[in-house]
């Protein structure tokens, strides 16, 4: 099947099998390895890109489901050399060690941060619950959060 | 993990949908949201030959007032059911339950109907759709008809709906004077329930549904039937899981799980105001 989609405002086009998965077409087709496979069964996120602006998990997409529609992925997030404010946040809070689960939590929580620009911490935990990091224990990731909250504001 | 090869085709409206389905048989699976069929493809439980994709179906995505009942159209994403005011202030059990499923990124994607239709007696959904009384519409070749549901659920993972049949609509009376109470109890963030309570009263109407509690999503008869007496929320919560079988497993036993039926269910009346 030719899928065609928008991914961090270029056009991608190529032909996949309908069983092809979104996170697989970008990391295989786009060539976008930034975007990583944790549980590969809808559990750790570390796969969350948007889809048009949403939060999603791009394992348990297929990605005929996204043809036509406009993703982005953590390589979308930077402009040009300057961070994205959330990249920036986790950098600044030290929000990472290992940094497999970092993609997908800095794309959980801009995705949060659109829909609840000014949360509580016990907002930011829950909007995070999709996402599974093995590392920090949480307490830098809910920090850098808040942080950007507050830039934005 | 990737599903078995399926062909793939993109129903335009309900009505191509049900075409497709009429020319497939029972080789093609309906494709909502995807978050439980494609699961259970990847780990090849379902291997379906096509899947006729419904997700583009924006008609069938809304939330409104008909009448005494809101009426909320089967591809209406969970985030849109959470955020509806029309949800809010008219069903708001259903809103509560709608916030508890999974997580974010799954309710960006996850459909009501598809929640509805995979008839899994774990899901937070079909409980409140029990305690707040709701029907579904069955739109098949020879037209619609409404199913209330109590005869919707008629096992594990089956629905009343027809292999050719296609869940348009869910329609809940409306009760913005009822007060509720969803309770779902897990161990884990994001995890689904051990046991969940899905509790509504509304004057002398009292709706309590049960998940986990059975092969299927199950009403606690009894508890409504105590409440409509006269009895306590500790007394009628006492009979919540009389009769029932549910699953016992990694997570909890069959014992542990009629005990947290009747706690949740007390906790659930008593937060309702009863
Ligand atoms: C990580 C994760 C966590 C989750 N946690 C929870 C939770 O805590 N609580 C909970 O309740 N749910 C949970 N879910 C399930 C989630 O709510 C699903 O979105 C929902 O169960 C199915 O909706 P869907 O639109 O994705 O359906 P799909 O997966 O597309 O379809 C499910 C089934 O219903 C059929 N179907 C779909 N739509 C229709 C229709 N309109 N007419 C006829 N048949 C139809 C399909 O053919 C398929 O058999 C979770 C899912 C995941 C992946
Ligand atoms: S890889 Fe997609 S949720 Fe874990
Ligand atoms: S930083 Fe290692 S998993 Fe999160």
New interface residues.
């Given amino acids: ?1 030719h899928v065609s989609m928008t991914i961090n405002g270029a056009d991608v086009s190529h032909d996949v ?3 092809t ?1 979104l996170v ?1 077409f970008i990391r295989e087709d786009a060539g976008l390895t930034g975007t990583n496979i944790g549980c ?4 750790c ?1 570390a796969c ?1 890109i948007h ?1 048009n602006g ?4 791009s394992c ?3 990605a ?2 996204a043809d036509g529609q406009d993703v982005t992925t953590i390589e979308g997030l930077a402009d040009g050399e300057t961070l994205h404010p959330m990249q920036q946040a986790f950098h600044e809070c030290h929000a990472l060690q290992c940094g497999y689960c970092t993609p997908g939590m800095v794309m ?1 929580a801009v ?2 941060l659109d ?1 609840v620009p000014d949360p509580t911490e016990a907002e930011v ?3 995070l ?3 599974l990091c093995r590392c920090t224990g949480y307490h830098n990731i809910v920090a850098a959060v808040l942080q950007a909250a507050g830039g934005a504001r | 993990m990737i599903p078995v090869a399926f062909e793939y085709e993109l129903a335009t409206s309900a009505e191509h949908a049900l075409s497709l389905l009429a020319e497939h048989g029972d080789e093609a699976k309906l494709l909502a949201g995807g978050h439980s069929l494609l699961p259970l493809m990847k780990y090849r439980l379902a291997t379906p030959a096509v899947v006729v994709d419904i997700g583009r179906l924006t008609d069938l995505s809304y939330v409104r007032e008909d009448g005494d009942v809101l009426a909320i159209g089967a591809l209406t994403r969970h985030r849109d059911v959470e955020t509806s005011d029309l949800v809010r202030s008219h069903v708001g059990l259903l809103a509560a339950a709608t916030s508890k499923v999974g997580d974010p990124q799954v309710r960006h994607r996850g459909t009501l109907g598809g929640a509805l239709a995979h008839g899994d007696p774990a899901s937070d959904l079909p409980a409140a759709i029990i305690a707040l009384g709701g029907s579904m519409v069955i739109q098949g070749p020879s037209g619609s008809r409404e199913v209330p549901v109590d005869d919707f659920f008629t096992g594990f993972l089956e629905t009343t709906i027809g292999e050719d049949e296609l869940l348009t609509e869910v329609r809940i009376p409306k009760a913005p004077e009822a007060t509720w109470s969803f309770q779902k109890f897990n161990r884990r963030a994001q995890d689904w329930a051990i046991v969940g309570a899905a509790v509504m009263v509304d004057g002398d109407r009292c709706g309590v549904g049960l998940v986990n509690m059975d092969s299927r999503p199950v009403r606690a008869g009894g508890v409504e039937a105590a409440i409509a007496s006269g009895a306590s929320a500790a007394d009628a919560a006492a009979s919540a899981a009389d009769g029932l079988e549910p699953p016992g497993d990694l997570n909890a036993g069959v014992d542990y799980r009629c005990h947290l039926a009747r706690v949740l269910t007390r906790r659930g009346l008593e937060e309702a105001g009863r």
């Fill in positions: 099947m099998e309908p069983r998965l697989h590969d069964s809808s559990s996120g969350t889809v949403e939060a999603v998990k348990t997409m297929l005929v489901q959980a995705s949060l829909e935990r829950e909007g619950e999709g996402n």
